[in-house]
């Protein structure tokens, strides 16, 4: 591998494999990961934690992908157990069994109207527990938990329902003897990150699986539960914020009560046990995440106790969790974890002593690392033992600076600035700064090693990466805070953090460049229109243009995010006129105040944004005569995969911003 001091596109998407969604099935550590001779199509592999020297093996077939759909957003879409595993097909959403050995392939399921995620082994891998989406079209598709018969059966099997009702299912958990069942379910117009219901069951097998007597533990218009986990104990612990009576007692009848409590303004482990609810942390950090795709398990057992990803202030530390006195802070960390910067997911073997976190740094992609306090070859400290090492030299890798800005109303925000790492920039002179504004937009810049920030800071870019009021990782409030705003307060905090990096010296305020995908991309075009002379040009990776037809036009998991984004639900003929958010804060209305160019890229067939956004937009710049290219792929799914793809539009957007800095075809400010 020859290492770099310049980063060129392809290597951003194809330089730097991650891996994604581990699992561990006795010494047998499987993961996903794109297949660059397969277009960017995630495959499995697999390494034998007990053989010495052990390599990675590719073991999905060509022709297949594990890639569920369920939500459009999908998320964990495998399940390994011994000779086996279990996953959803891309193409057809259907379930196959694959054996690790022979490599033989066998459809398990053939309905193709229903899509499956969230797999979970019950009653000694005798049935397979999974969420299920029937698809009925857009925004009525039926969401269900179903179980699938795994052994004695060699022909399809047809799945048996379990639940049904709500409009959301996820977080599947069953207790170590399969005889409870957990989950955590929402209804429209919330969001999971604004309020779900934790429901606990009795599972019962024969003669066919059944849930019986299930019960609603939490239930408050104002509470979030997520991560649900049964502990070795066989105690729920979950993740909680928000408000919900009798938080260290017996819940009501009804576990909803008077809703009097102390408020916990961060996710929190709490654990049912005993019909009591417990808190077992108590400090400022998040220990859930908003819910978008299945599989990112937070909360695992570990060494007696429980692990868990604790997130405050930008850094993500793994620690142990015991009962409700412990209070968790730095100082019950496991083992050296100052080696990472963000930590995505854990997994522990089945006898609790081994365990493993999907993370990275500021200098080192996201990778699998292993911990064992019995384990000779790690002696106590975490070891890397997937993932690739950046393509960069070190003394180029740009190290980005958590700070916290003042925003206009007299409240902070927080971001990362990422210097130039091209040794070019004169230490007096403020260099040419490319904004980034994250998804979600409850998404959240963090510190990990990224090529994409590393391609820009290698050319003598300053990135600027904000986490905006409505990010997550700073408590509920200030997730909350963007409720009704969206489209103002997080567009005006970005203004701030450009404001306060100008004084810092950090940013060249004629030069200055911003960049979005999705609810990012909405941010681009927002600040373009409202703050266009503050921009040389600006880039909308699938954004958003006009609300009023996101809002006809998008999925079921979505299809009501903008009610309590916007502040009042969609109503399409108000939704035309001014004085609506939905016609006020859509860029597309205002593009007369556009006074820079712009870069438009869009996927043909993506359903969460759909393209006849990026269309609109277009005629209405081309009305307006503003100066724009647009840039469409062919390609499925929300953002693109296809590394080609990927890379061929990273290269026109850095032409883009050489045409406007330099009017010409320059693509570098190495010159400056």
Same mark, same amino acid.
């Given at each position: 591998m020859k290492i770099k001091i310049k980063l060129d596109a392809l290597d951003v998407f194809s330089g730097t494999l991650q891996p994604s969604f581990p699992q561990l099935d006795g010494d047998r550590l499987y993961w996903l990961q794109a297949?660059? @001779?397969? !277009?960017?199509?995630?495959?499995?592999?697999?390494?034998?934690?007990?053989?010495?020297?052990?390599?990675?093996?590719?073991?999905? %077939?060509e022709g297949s992908e594990p890639n569920s759909k369920v939500h459009e957003y999908g998320g964990s879409s495998y399940l390994a157990n011994g000779e086996h595993v279990y996953f959803a097909n891309a193409a057809d959403q259907q379930i196959y069994r694959l054996s690790v050995g022979s490599g033989e392939l066998r459809q398990l399921t053939d309905d193709k109207r229903l899509r499956y995620s969230?797999?979970?082994?019950?009653?000694?891998?005798?049935?397979?527990?999974?969420?299920?989406? $029937? &698809?009925?079209?857009?925004?009525?598709?039926?969401?269900? /938990?179903?179980?699938?018969?795994?052994?004695?059966?060699?022909?399809?099997?047809?799945? /048996?329902?379990?639940?049904?009702?709500?409009?959301?299912?996820?977080?599947?958990?069953?207790?170590?003897?399969?005889?409870?069942?957990?989950? +955590?379910?929402?209804?429209?117009?919330?969001? =999971?990150?604004?309020?779900? $219901?934790?429901?606990?069951?009795?599972?019962? /097998?024969? %003669?066919?699986?059944?849930?019986?007597? =299930?019960?609603?533990?939490?239930?408050?218009?104002?509470?979030?539960?997520?991560?649900?986990? +049964?502990?070795v104990d066989g105690a729920l612990v979950f993740a909680m914020d928000g408000v919900v009576s009798d938080l260290d007692g017996p819940l009501e009848e009804d576990c909803t009560g008077d809703i009097t409590s102390d408020a916990l303004d961060s996710w929190q482990i709490l654990c049912w046990k005993d019909n009591k609810l417990e808190r077992l942390t108590r400090d400022d950090a998040e220990y859930g995440g908003p819910f978008w795709v299945f599989g990112e398990h937070r909360i695992v057992n570990f060494n007696g106790q429980l692990a868990a990803i604790s997130s405050l202030n930008g850094q993500d530390d793994i620690v142990e969790v015991g009962d409700s006195d412990t209070n968790c802070n730095n100082n019950s960390s496991v083992g050296n974890t100052d080696v990472f910067?963000?930590?995505?997911?854990?997994?522990?073997?089945?006898? !609790?002593?081994?365990?493993?976190?999907?993370?990275?740094?500021?200098?080192?992609?996201?990778?699998?690392?292993?911990?064992?306090?019995?384990?000779?070859?790690?002696?106590?400290?975490?070891?890397? &033992?997937?993932?690739? #090492?950046?393509?960069?030299?070190?003394?180029f890798i740009s190290r980005p600076q958590h700070f916290v800005f003042p925003t206009r109303d007299g409240e902070q925000a927080y971001a990362f600035y990422y210097p130039p790492s091209n040794g070019r920039a004169a230490a007096h002179e403020a260099a040419p700064t490319l904004v980034m504004v994250h998804g979600g937009p409850t998404a959240q810049a963090k510190s990990l090693y990224d090529p994409m920030k590393q391609f820009w800071t290698t050319r003598g870019y300053a990135v600027l990466d904000v986490n905006h009021r409505g990010s997550t990782g700073y408590g509920r409030e200030f997730r909350q805070s963007l409720l009704g705003r969206w489209g103002l307060r997080d567009v005006d905090d970005v203004m701030d953090a450009i404001e306060f990096a100008v004084e810092q010296?950090? #940013?060249? $305020?004629?030069?200055? +460049?911003?960049?979005?995908?999705? !609810?990012?991309?909405?941010?681009?075009?927002?600040?373009?229109?409202?703050?266009? @002379?503050?921009?040389?040009?600006?880039?909308?990776?699938?954004?958003?243009?006009?609300?009023? &037809?996101?809002?006809?036009?998008?999925?079921? +998991? @979505?299809?009501?995010y903008l009610d309590g984004l916007l502040g009042q639900k969609y109503d399409p003929q108000k939704a035309t006129q001014p004085g609506n958010p939905y016609y006020d804060r859509s860029p597309v209305h205002t593009l007369d105040k556009i006074r820079c160019p712009v870069i438009i890229f869009q996927g043909a067939e993506d359903t969460?944004?759909? =393209?006849?956004?990026?269309?609109?937009?277009?005629?209405?710049?081309?009305?307006?005569?503003?100066?724009? @290219?647009?840039?469409?792929?062919?390609?499925?799914?929300?953002?693109?995969?296809?590394?080609?793809?990927?890379?061929d539009a990273l290269e026109r957007e850095l032409a883009f911003y050489g045409q406007a800095l330099f009017g010409n075809d320059a693509s570098s400010a190495d010159g400056m």
């Open positions: 297949v660059l @001779e397969r !277009a960017g199509a995630a495959g499995l592999y697999v390494l034998d934690l007990a053989v010495t020297d052990s390599k990675p093996r590719l073991i999905s %077939p969230d797999f979970l082994l019950v009653a000694h891998g005798s049935y397979l527990f999974c969420i299920a989406e $029937r &698809i009925v079209g857009g925004i009525n598709n039926e969401a269900m /938990i179903v179980a699938l018969a795994l052994q004695g059966v060699n022909d399809i099997t047809q799945p /048996i329902t379990l639940a049904k009702g709500a409009d959301f299912y996820a977080g599947l958990a069953v207790d170590v003897q399969s005889k409870q069942l957990a989950w +955590f379910e929402w209804n429209h117009p919330n969001m =999971p990150w604004d309020s779900t $219901r934790l429901m606990l069951s009795g599972v019962s /097998i024969k %003669p066919e699986p059944l849930l019986h007597n =299930p019960r609603v533990l939490i239930d408050s218009p104002v509470a979030s539960v997520c991560q649900p986990h +049964f502990a910067d963000v930590v995505q997911q854990l997994l522990a073997d089945e006898n !609790a002593e081994r365990l493993l976190a999907l993370a990275g740094s500021a200098v080192q992609p996201l990778g699998i690392w292993c911990f064992s306090k019995s384990d000779d070859d790690t002696q106590g400290a975490w070891k890397k &033992i997937v993932g690739s #090492a950046p393509l960069l030299e070190e003394k010296g950090w #940013a060249a $305020r004629e030069r200055l +460049f911003v960049r979005g995908k999705s !609810a990012g991309g909405y941010a681009v075009l927002r600040l373009l229109t409202e703050y266009g @002379e503050y921009f040389a040009a600006g880039a909308s990776y699938y954004g958003i243009g006009d609300l009023a &037809i996101l809002a006809e036009d998008t999925h079921k +998991f @979505e299809s009501h969460v944004v759909p =393209p006849v956004l990026a269309h609109s937009l277009v005629a209405a710049l081309e009305k307006q005569g503003i100066r724009h @290219e647009y840039v469409e792929y062919s390609c499925e799914g929300h953002g693109f995969r296809n590394p080609k793809n990927s890379s």
